[in-house]
C-alpha cells in the first residue's frame, strides 16, 4: 500500500480541527514514505488550504450528497481513503465502496452510535459514550491517545510545566471558528477588569469578527492579539490558564499541563469538557452561564495555586500528543494486512 488519500473539511460550522489533524497526518505520512493526495471542500479557506503540505484536489459540494469527490476519486485511485469529517454516514459510504472498490477505508469519527462498514474506525473521543458502532465489523481504535495533534505537542510535553503562586498571564484561544462568539465578548470588559494580568488572544483562520475584537482591545496594553500563528503552544505553556473551547486545544492544554477554564460549545464539546474535569482536569462554564460574574468567580477560584497544580498534573498524565504516530503504526497495520 503506498498512495493515501486523506478527506476532510472545513467550513463556518465544521471550523478547522478536522482538516488541522488531516494536516498533521498527511505530513507524517509523507515522511514515512507514502504518497499522498488530500482532499479539501473548495469553500474552505485559502489560509486554511495554505496549511496543506501535500498536492490536493478540491471537491464541490458535500461529498455525502451533490458532490464531484467520487468522481475525482475515479481519476486518482489510491489505496487506502482516509475520512476524517464532521459526520460520515453508512449511506455514503456504502456507496463509495461500490463505485471505488479495492482499497481499504478508514473513518476517523467522533459520533459513534451507527454503523460503519469501512476497514478501521478511530474514534478519538474521551467520552466512551461515542464508541458505539453495533453491527460494524470494522477494527476499532478508541480513546483521547488517538486524537492527532501537531508533533511539536510531544516535545512541550515533555518539558517541566511551572506553576505560577500567582495567575498573572492567560491565553484566550477559542478555535478556529468560535461559534459562539466568546472572544469578542471577553475582549469587551477581561482585560479591563484584570489590568495587571497580560492576556493574549488566538484568534482562528475561521474566525469571522477577527476587526470587532481588535477595536475592542485597541487600548489594553496588558493585551496581545494573534491570529494563524505557528507559536501557540510556546504560548500556552508560558501561559498561567487558558481559556479555550472543548475541542482540540483543551487536549493540547493538557498535554502541555497548563490549567484550562473549558467555554464548551456543541454537546460533544461539553460531554468531552465533563470527562477531562472528571479526571481532574480543568473548570468549565456552561453556555447558560456565560457572563461576566460567573466568569469572575470560576477565575477567582482558579488563582489557588493547589488547585492550578493539580490539574496540571492531571492533564499531563491524559494526554501525551503522539497521536499522529499511532495513526501512522494504524496504517502501517493495514498495510501489512493487505500484503498478505
Not at 499522498?36 to 498536492?55: G, S
Not at 510531544?154 to 461559534?179: C, Q, W
Not at 467555554?263 to 461539553?270: C, I, T
Not at 499531563?316 to 499522529?324: S, T, Y
Request: glycine letters at 6%; a negative charge.
Amino acid at each position: 500500500m503506498k498512495k493515501i488519500a486523506i478527506v476532510t473539511e472545513a467550513d463556518e460550522k465544521v471550523a478547522s480541527g478536522h482538516l488541522m489533524e488531516c494536516v498533521v497526518c498527511a505530513d507524517t505520512f509523507r515522511r514515512a514514505g507514502y504518497e499522498v493526495l488530500f482532499y479539501i471542500n473548495n469553500d474552505a479557506a485559502d489560509a486554511l488550504k495554505d496549511r496543506i503540505p501535500v498536492p490536493f484536489l478540491e471537491y464541490t459540494g458535500r461529498i455525502d450528497g451533490g458532490s464531484d469527490f467520487i468522481g475525482k476519486c475515479r481519476q486518482h485511485f489510491c489505496d487506502c481513503y482516509l475520512f476524517n469529517l464532521r459526520k460520515i454516514e453508512n449511506v455514503f459510504l456504502l456507496n463509495f465502496r461500490r463505485e471505488i472498490n479495492d482499497c481499504k477505508v478508514i473513518c476517523v469519527d467522533e459520533w459513534g452510535h451507527r454503523r460503519l462498514d469501512c476497514d478501521i474506525i478511530v474514534n478519538p473521543m474521551i467520552d466512551p459514550y461515542y464508541w458505539e458502532y453495533p453491527d460494524s465489523c470494522a477494527q476499532k481504535f478508541y480513546g483521547e491517545k488517538y486524537l492527532v495533534l501537531f508533533s511539536e505537542l510531544a516535545e512541550y510535553h515533555k518539558k517541566d510545566k511551572v506553576i505560577s503562586f500567582n495567575l498573572r498571564k492567560l491565553v484566550v484561544t477559542m478555535g478556529g471558528v468560535d461559534p459562539h462568539g466568546y472572544s469578542l465578548m471577553l475582549a469587551k470588559w477581561l482585560p479591563c477588569f484584570y489590568c495587571n494580568w497580560q492576556i493574549d488572544f488566538v484568534l482562528g483562520g475561521g474566525f469571522q469578527k477577527t476587526e470587532e475584537v481588535k477595536a475592542a482591545l485597541v487600548r489594553y496594553p496588558n493585551v496581545s492579539v494573534y491570529q494563524n500563528i505557528s507559536f501557540l503552544y510556546r504560548l500556552l505553556y508560558e501561559s498561567d490558564l487558558v481559556l479555550c473551547a472543548g475541542g482540540n486545544t483543551l487536549h493540547e492544554t493538557a498535554a502541555i499541563g497548563t490549567p484550562a477554564f473549558i467555554f464548551p460549545g456543541a454537546e460533544h464539546e461539553v460531554r468531552n469538557a465533563d470527562m477531562f474535569i472528571q479526571r481532574g482536569f480543568g473548570r468549565k462554564i456552561s453556555s447558560e452561564q456565560v457572563q461576566r460574574e460567573e466568569i469572575i468567580k470560576i477565575l477567582s477560584e482558579l488563582e489557588d495555586f493547589s488547585v492550578r497544580k493539580e490539574m496540571s498534573d492531571a492533564g499531563k498524565r491524559m494526554i501525551d500528543g503522539m497521536g499522529a504516530e499511532r495513526m501512522l503504526d494504524i496504517i502501517e497495520l493495514m498495510s501489512d494486512q493487505k500484503n498478505r
